[in-house]
């Protein structure tokens, strides 16, 4: 595996997030401070020949303009990812802050196996002021050959925080987004290949596919079904469109309910 990175020569960017201190007859909160590093960046040491791949992006609790960012590439033989590794501590802790994203940047890897390549990111640990959800890649970018009908993605996605954003890919596609943010998705169905995206925490999902798919079945949900829209005026949930066995096997858009409500369901033309 190939891999460039940068010092961890650390820089104040901004203020958020907070801590607490406790002594006898008092609560004292801290604004506390997003320590960055140079972006990382990692290529896979061999050509992709089929295998399935799965992004797990723990992310962070705080972030900026952050995320998890999928771009299928047709030109692309290999698995590229770069990272902005983050971590919040207290202003005058910047030290333990360090060892955060140290630590962090340890859990960003390209796993290759003779069926499957995994791309992962986690946190760091409790060093101080500087706590584990609060450290992490703020935005990974995962750069992935793109599949097409003679050799569909077998793809899989997963980001405990933040937007997902997935484009250009082609094959079975499985997106949960298990956290605070939104899921934008433009996807290429592959004959006799399922697409499953979901948005667990009531979060919204948008998902654009091509003007001519063919699906089984197409299954939309959220609750109410008010927040369901739908560019296909052919499209019908639980229905199928274009002749059955020539497209996806199913494809499935869900926004999961959260504290009795979900977020909206989109789905449109690329």
Known sequence: MRTTLGLVTLALVGVAGCSVSTAPGSITFKSQTRFTSPDITKTSAKDW?????????????VSVNGGLRVIGDPTAKRITITARVIAYADADDEAN?????AEAQQTLT??????????????????????????GCELLTVTIPSGD??????????????????????????????????????????????????????????????????????????????????????????????????GASKITITSTPFAGSSGTVSLTKQ
């Not at 802050?97 to 994203?101: P, Q, T, Y």
């Open 49 to 61: 020949s089929g295998e399935a791949i799965e992004i797990n992006d723990d992310g962070t609790s």
């Open 97 to 101: 802050a360090k060892l955060s994203i």
């Open 110 to 135: 390209i796993t290759e196996e003779a069926q499957k390549i995994t791309v992962r990111c986690g946190h760091g640990q409790t060093h101080g002021s500087s706590k584990p959800d609060k450290s």
């Open 149 to 246: 009908a003679t050799t569909p993605l077998n793809l899989t996605v997963g980001c405990g925080n933040g937007d997902i954003t997935l484009s250009r890919v082609t094959g079975q596609i499985l997106v949960e987004e298990n956290g605070t943010g939104s899921i934008n998705a433009s996807v290429n169905p592959a004959k006799g290949k399922p697409i499953q995206i979901t948005g667990k925490q009531g979060n919204d999902v948008t998902v654009a596919l091509p003007a001519d798919f063919a699906a089984d079945q197409v299954v939309l949900s959220a609750e109410p079904a008010s927040k369901i829209s739908n560019a296909f005026s052919d499209v019908q949930s639980g229905s199928g469109r274009g002749t059955q066995g020539t």
